[in-house]
């Protein structure tokens, strides 16, 4: 029996090669329980593979990987007993129905007969399923099928959720139910889910790991990654001021990085800066106004979106290590 303080997941030094091309180099990183982690990159960056070697559908071609404690080659066994991974196309046969297929399903995972009837019940009600349990599931929309693919993975009560792509090919409504979902299994499940729809990795999970060229760039909290990636604030200001004054005063400002300035109306012009320490400047440029005697009409700072520091930790023209 594993010890509950091992980490869910424990990777050192994982690799997998194609054909001699590396998929993922050299990845290590662990996920303790309870955690809802999202895997990010753009495709075939290697969030599809880790996937599924630590799922045990392939092979690594070195390191090692747990689950539980469990090595995913040696123990694969015991791996797939904790493990409920959800492939991005789910293979599900179209001639069976889906309380028989869900059945079938859960006897092929070890469970008992008993236990195969109270699990079933129990994933088609958690799913949504109670109006399509007897039908065939090639009739199926694509948004109930995700939803049996869900019901699939968690039927045997797994410790570790594997999601891959769970949304992909859903329309907006269908996004939502099934987002609704992956949080409510969240409560009692450790779940993985890799996404390159930034907004869905953004509500969802609780840290973040940034793939890119089958390397890991980063791994933290969204926060944390606005801190570390997102040095720079931006700052947009209002000012009914002249354009050359404004110019001349950003570029005598230390803190300014860059800046833009274009009219909007009513004499004001608008000054969008990348600056470090956002709140100190903003008080700095109050100051300024009043001294100067130029009306302020807006004066607001935001942070980098999740879209920004995803940009910049995967820009294909740059070596995203470097930045770190």
């Given at each position: 029996m594993a010890d509950p303080k091992t980490p869910i997941i424990e990777v050192i030094g994982l690799s997998k090669e194609y054909g001699g091309r590396p998929a993922i180099r050299d990845l290590s990183f662990?996920?303790?329980?309870?955690e809802i982690v999202g895997l990010l990159g753009p495709n075939g960056a290697g969030k599809s593979t880790t996937m599924r070697i630590l799922a045990g559908y392939l092979a690594a071609t070195d390191g090692i990987a747990r689950v539980a404690g469990f090595d995913v080659l040696d123990d694969s066994y015991e791996v797939r007993r904790r493990v409920g991974y959800m492939p991005e196309t789910v293979p599900l046969p179209d001639e069976m129905r889906v309380r028989e297929y869900l059945k079938f399903r859960a006897r092929l995972k070890g469970l008992s007969r008993t236990a195969t009837r109270?699990?079933?019940d129990t994933v088609i009600t958690r799913f949504g399923l109670q109006e399509v349990h007897g039908k065939m599931i090639g009739h199926l929309s694509k948004g109930f099928r995700q939803r049996v693919g869900l019901a699939d993975a968690l039927?045997?009560?797994?410790?570790?959720?594997?999601?891959?792509?769970?949304?992909?090919?859903?329309?907006p409504h269908?996004?939502?139910?099934?987002?609704?979902?992956?949080?409510?299994?969240?409560?009692d499940h450790t779940v993985v889910i890799s996404s390159h729809i930034l907004p869905e990795i953004e509500v969802t999970c609780?840290?973040?790991?940034?793939?890119h060229r089958g390397r890991i760039v980063a791994a933290d909290t969204r926060d944390n990654l606005q801190q570390r990636v997102g040095s720079q604030s931006r700052v947009t200001i209002d000012l009914a001021a002249p354009e050359e004054d404004l110019r001349a005063v950003w570029?005598?400002?230390?803190?300014?990085?860059?800046?833009h300035v274009s009219p909007v109306q009513q004499g004001y012009r608008r000054s969008v800066l990348a600056v470090r320490d956002g709140q100190r400047f903003r008080e700095q440029v109050a100051t300024l106004a009043r001294n100067r005697g130029w009306a302020l009409r807006e004066l607001a700072e935001s942070r980098p979106t999740l879209e920004d520091i995803f940009v910049q930790l995967t820009n294909p023209d740059e070596d995203a290590e470097d930045r770190l």
């Open positions: 662990t996920v303790e329980a309870g109270e699990r079933t039927v045997h009560e797994p410790a570790l959720l594997i999601l891959d792509e769970p949304t992909i090919g859903l329309d269908q996004i939502v139910a099934v987002r609704e979902i992956i949080k409510t299994l969240a409560r609780s840290r973040l790991m940034i793939f570029e005598e400002m230390a803190e300014v990085q860059h800046f």
